[in-house]
């Protein structure tokens, strides 16, 4: 289960002249690289919930991305590109020396570990994508489709506002929408507050939207479905039932891979390594067991 644990060590990498902060727990011989989600959020919230791997005898690492967290927070909208991550990503597997690894990608990191399989796939062993997609447009619909349940109202409401840029006239309506699929908890763990009162709007409103339930950034069109039988790698999918990023989007992107495992997780939404522990945890480690040879 899932605790507070400092790293064993703390790095800082230059990545095309900018500051890159990565943190390392445990010293095992298989290496779980995780790329959290945002984009714009430090790498807390995801950290915090897979250090305890080490339990287990995994080495664990986890970075912040550029413009979050303790690494640099350059002013400048154009390095806010799915391909400019990826290359971020492999220079600092590289500069660790973490050879191949079990890449766990959740949400927006998920994006970036499709992205990351498609690139360099002779560095992965393992891909696990957690509460993601793999299509965009597919997503958009689904989103609308957990919008409408606010009813037709509130919904004409939003689109108003959407219309007019008025995002924040609405943020009650998403608050609702958050409580209901981005974590379910009463009181949300203190690594969830501790990313998302430090996020980093700059890179999320260019790349996603304004927020969690409108997609008008870069990433709006993006669709690797198409690509993805080319991932021959064993793969983990993982959704809560009551997910932002449903359980559709899952199950269109195990249809679509060769070698992919779906497991869809009760009473939990985006976040069920917080939200349902009994069953995550045990679901992640019987994966990576039957891979560790890669």
């Not at 390392?24 to 807390?44: I, M, R």
């Not at 981005?182 to 990313?195: H, I, K, N």
């Amino acid at each position: 289960m899932w605790r507070e644990i400092r790293p064993d060590e703390r790095f800082e990498i230059d990545v095309d002249g900018h500051r890159v902060v990565a943190y390392s727990f445990g010293t095992g011989s298989e290496t779980v690289f995780c790329l959290n989600g945002g984009p714009g959020l430090p790498c807390d919230y995801l950290r915090e919930a897979h250090s305890c791997l080490i339990d287990k005898g995994y080495r664990v690492v986890a970075f912040d991305q550029l413009g979050t967290g303790a690494s640099d927070r350059p002013d400048d909208l154009t390095l806010w590109t799915i391909d400019r991550y990826v290359e971020e990503t492999e220079t600092v597997r590289k500069a660790l020396g973490l050879g191949k690894v079990h890449m766990l990608g959740h949400s927006w990191g998920g994006w970036l570990a499709i992205e990351y399989a498609l690139t360099y796939p002779e560095n992965l062993k393992t891909l696990t994508l957690e509460d993601t997609v793999a299509d965009m447009p597919h997503l958009i619909l689904e989103l609308e489709r957990l919008r409408a349940a606010l009813g037709p109202e509130t919904v004409a409401m939003m689109q108003k506002h959407e219309a007019q840029g008025t995002y924040n006239q609405y943020l009650a309506a998403v608050t609702i929408l958050n409580y209901r699929h981005v974590c379910r908890l009463p009181e949300w763990p203190a690594p969830v507050r501790r990313s998302l009162d430090d996020w980093n709007m700059a890179p999320y409103e260019t790349m996603q939207g304004p927020n969690e339930f409108l997609y008008i950034g870069n990433l709006k069109d993006w669709n690797r479905i198409p690509d993805l039988p080319r991932v021959t790698l064993p793969v983990l999918i993982t959704t809560g039932e009551h997910d932002e990023l449903t359980p559709a989007c899952a199950l269109r992107m195990k249809l679509a891979l060769p070698n992919a495992e779906l497991k869809v997780f009760a009473n939990a939404s985006h976040m069920p390594f917080y939200e349902n522990p009994q069953d995550y945890y045990p679901a992640l480690l019987d994966f990576l067991a039957r891979h560790e040879a890669g």
